[in-house]
């Protein structure tokens, strides 16, 4: 502010000055250098560079009248706009926000039309219409707008957004050219956060090795604390089953060294699940109300194999699951069999839920978990669901997550087990 006014009074103090002061002593500025100092700077030279010999005479005389102030004028100018800062930068962080919109109501137009179609023809003839999947299309959108804000944090976010569309697409040279190129460009981005959960959550948007590496790289190599503890996370996590010893290990240091990130707290409960709620271990007993407000608990169940899902009703892969839970509970209606769905809907409001399930012909018995974050969901560490377990009649975990047809072959397995011959 005080650098414009300077600016201003120099341009006023133009008109009262002769035009010879202007020609022969050059202004000088006392400007801050880098290093604090002050050091002298000329506002103006006292004498254009390249000019012919007549042009440097006249501007040695002066010009009479009004000359002098406008040549102060003019070289001020450079002066003045420039205390007005440099021209504003594109919002990178804002075109993705918008283009992530436009791709979100594209995409739920896209699936409208699917789920409406009238016959599996008409479903197959949407699908199969050039443009009429906007996943692709939007792809190019975000790697263009990825190339404009090259190096910025924008251009971070358009190429995470490439990354989670390319699954989707799937375009896996384009996933792959997104993953090296965040890892060269934004590596000091708190971006890498976003980028170690993505790979995490959503392992099919890049490939096998590739994605772990890059997760490795982002433990080993970035400078800030959340990306750092979210990529040694989700490794841990993935070494539960093979590699325990690591696991535990990776755990232990979230909670020393990283303990003012939620990851410590979430190393606190996957600590949990590492020691009580792997294959062979018997499964940690829980208290339940059910959907007709019974209380209950899960070793009310021993002498019979359980199968315990938590899952909600919003889920689509909840509800695939549905058809094969139902015939596995006609099937073994008389038998030592139980499913208990641990269930996260409507915030355990029971007038909400039991009309849902009589809509949907599940007679099986239910704990009301109220939330995804519910008691018993938080102790057993779910992360997605539906999570499934499956219990011998002793209570011990057998199988984890078996889904599908494989569901009812696991539960046979373990009913012969019992000496009770398989029912067809």
């Known amino acids: 502010m005080k650098s414009s006014l300077v600016a201003a009074a120099l341009i006023v103090l133009s008109a009262f000055l ?12 006392k400007l801050p250098k880098a290093d604090g100092r002050t050091g002298s700077r000329e506002l103006y030279s006292r004498a254009p560079e390249a000019i012919t010999d007549e042009e440097l005479r006249k501007f040695k005389r002066g010009a009479k009248g009004i000359a002098a102030p406008f040549t102060v004028i003019g070289s001020s100018l450079p002066l003045v706009a420039a205390f007005r800062g440099p021209p504003d930068r594109p919002d990178f962080r804002a075109e993705v926000k918008a283009l992530r919109a436009e791709f979100q109501r594209a995409e739920h137009e896209y699936h409208r039309l699917v789920r409406d179609a009238k016959s599996d023809e008409e479903r197959r003839k949407i699908e199969r219409t050039p443009g009429a999947n906007p996943g692709p299309v939007y792809l190019e959108k975000f790697r263009e707008l990825a190339d404009r804000a090259r190096g910025t944090e924008g251009g971070a976010d358009a190429l995470i957004e ?75 996590v993935e070494d539960m089953a093979r590699n325990p010893a690591a696991s535990r290990a990776a755990l232990n240091r979230l909670t020393h060294e990283f303990g003012e990130t939620q990851y410590a707290a979430m190393a606190g409960r996957t600590l949990f699940e590492l020691d009580h709620l792997q294959v062979g271990m018997t499964a940690p007993d829980f208290e339940a109300s059910d959907e007709k ?36 509970v006609e099937r073994l209606r008389d038998k030592p069999f139980a499913i208990i769905g641990v269930n996260s809907d409507y915030r355990g409001d029971l007038g909400k839920i039991n009309p849902m399930l009589k809509e949907q012909g599940i007679s ?50 373990l009913l012969a087990e019992m000496g009770i011959r398989k029912v067809v």
């Open 18 to 29: 002769p035009s010879a002061a202007w020609a022969e002593h050059p202004t000088v500025l």
């Open 162 to 236: 490439v990354l989670r569309l390319s699954r989707h697409a799937p375009d896996w040279p384009a996933a792959g050219d997104a993953l090296k190129r965040l890892l060269k460009e934004h590596m000091a981005s708190p971006s890498m956060e976003r980028l170690a959960n993505l790979l995490g959550n959503e392992k099919g948007s890049i490939r096998g090795e590739d994605r772990l590496r890059a997760l490795e790289a982002i433990q080993d190599r970035s400078t800030l604390a959340k990306p750092k503890a979210a990529a040694l996370f989700i490794l841990a």
């Open 293 to 328: 407000g019974r209380k209950y608990k899960l070793s009310d169940y021993r002498g019979k194999v359980t199968v315990i899902v938590f899952w909600g009703f919003s889920r689509g892969p909840c509800r695939g699951e549905l058809p094969h839970q139902k015939k596995l």
């Open 364 to 413: 099986w018995r239910q704990a009301i978990d109220g939330t995804t974050s519910g008691p018993i969901a938080t102790r057993w560490n779910v992360q997605s669901r539906p999570t499934i377990y499956v219990l011998d009649e002793k209570g011990v975990i057998r199988f984890k997550n078996a889904r599908g047809e494989r569901l009812g072959k696991v539960v046979d397995e």
